[in-house]
């Protein structure tokens, strides 16, 4: 993810010890810059050096989101596989390669087939290409990149692209899901905060407020260093704050991080992966997700038979129309592939 930590510049430190003293932690924080790999393009940029359209979203990202929590990741494989899992044969691609094609589609929005050719350029075979470094060329070729920035070319013949359908731009095919890349991203966060709060100790994250005129400079700089040398992995901060003339009581202990009774992990993580649900139109019962009502979740065989119609099938119905009707394969019975697009019986 595009995440960029912005930390502000350290205090001054040199006080003298007669003025009131105020420990200042380092508070860094984390933006996203959403303009910058989000949606907010009307165009394509064609980098002229690298001879190929930069994609809409930074493939990179798309791959590190799929790792972001428990649900988008699980949902993408799932849909890969119940695609991959109707393939029946044909097109001489093994089936764990044809997921890799249909995995590729999901999560980047386009995939793509290399044909395999002989020593006479006759089509042999289909094997997929990455969709994560393949680039997009002005001619309709492609560069496949590769380790110290070199490429590979293919033409644009020798490649079966199959994007999803992106109204701003016909290069690159685009995610289905995009619109939950921000729940994904906070639900991944809030796990992360609630995480570090244990392996904190939940016992830091304070305001130490003191009005002691008595209280000396050593014990000053030794509270502070105390502080100083018990917080955790940075999720909570502590401050300590002393105003000797102050006509309060003493010492006060202000809680600045606890959640343990205003947290709202619960409903953030419920919400997030509820959004990541409607957003790849996957029904939570086909993820063993516990129902929360009493209710429960309606019939699984029901809600699979509807999914495999309303989902899975047209998938495979628009790789095989991809493939099948390449000018290549489109009368190679061999090479054309099929995929068992029939609803089982219901009972």
């Keep these: 993810?595009?995440?960029y930590l912005i930390t502000p510049k350290d205090s001054d430190e040199n006080q003298e010890e007669n003025f009131t003293s105020v420990y200042r932690p380092n508070l860094g924080f984390e933006t996203i810059d959403i303009s910058s790999w989000m949606l907010d393009y009307c165009d394509l940029y064609y980098n002229d050096k690298a001879d190929y359209w930069e994609p809409p979203i930074n493939p990179e990202s798309?791959?590190?989101?799929?790792?972001?929590?428990?649900?988008?990741?699980?949902?993408?494989?799932?849909?890969?596989?119940y695609v991959a899992g109707r393939f029946k044969g044909g097109g001489n691609i093994r089936r764990r390669h044809l997921q890799q094609f249909t995995r590729d589609y999901i999560q980047f929005g386009h995939g793509a087939l290399l044909k395999l050719r002989d020593r006479v350029g006759r089509v042999m075979g289909l094997y997929?290409?990455?969709?994560?470094?393949l680039r997009k060329r002005r001619n309709g070729d492609f560069w496949l990149l590769e380790l110290d920035d070199n490429k590979r070319k293919y033409k644009a013949k020798d490649v079966i692209w199959l994007p999803q359908y992106d109204p701003?731009?016909?290069?690159?095919?685009?995610?289905?899901?995009?619109g939950v890349l921000q729940s994904t991203l906070l639900n991944k966060n809030k796990t992360l905060f609630r995480r570090r709060y244990y392996k904190n100790g939940a016992h830091m994250g304070y305001i130490l407020y003191s009005t002691d005129p008595k209280l000396s400079g050593a014990d000053e700089k030794k509270i502070i260093e105390m502080i100083a040398s018990s917080k955790g992995l940075g999720s909570f901060r502590s401050m300590f704050i002393n105003i000797h003339d102050d006509h309060v009581q003493g010492i006060q202990l202000n809680p600045a991080g606890d959640i343990v009774t205003k947290d709202d992990f619960s409903r953030i993580k419920s919400i997030t992966a509820q959004d990541i649900f409607i957003s790849h139109r996957f029904p939570p019962s086909k993820l063993g997700i516990?129902?929360?009502?009493?209710s429960g979740f309606s019939d699984p065989e029901?809600?699979?038979r509807e999914y495999l119609r309303d989902e899975t099938i047209p998938v495979c119905k628009i790789i095989?129309?991809?493939i099948n009707s390449d000018p290549e394969i489109v009368n190679r019975k061999d090479l054309r592939v099929e995929f068992d697009v029939t609803l089982p019986v219901q009972d």
Excluded: C, F, W
């Design 1 to 3: 993810m595009i995440e």
């Design 62 to 81: 798309l791959s590190q989101l799929a790792h972001a929590n428990a649900y988008h990741g699980s949902v993408l494989t799932a849909r890969a596989n």
């Design 128 to 133: 997929p290409l990455p969709a994560m470094y």
């Design 168 to 178: 701003k731009q016909q290069v690159y095919g685009l995610p289905d899901y995009v």
């Design 290 to 294: 516990v129902p929360t009502n009493t």
């Design 302 to 304: 029901k809600v699979g």
């Design 320 to 322: 095989m129309d991809e």
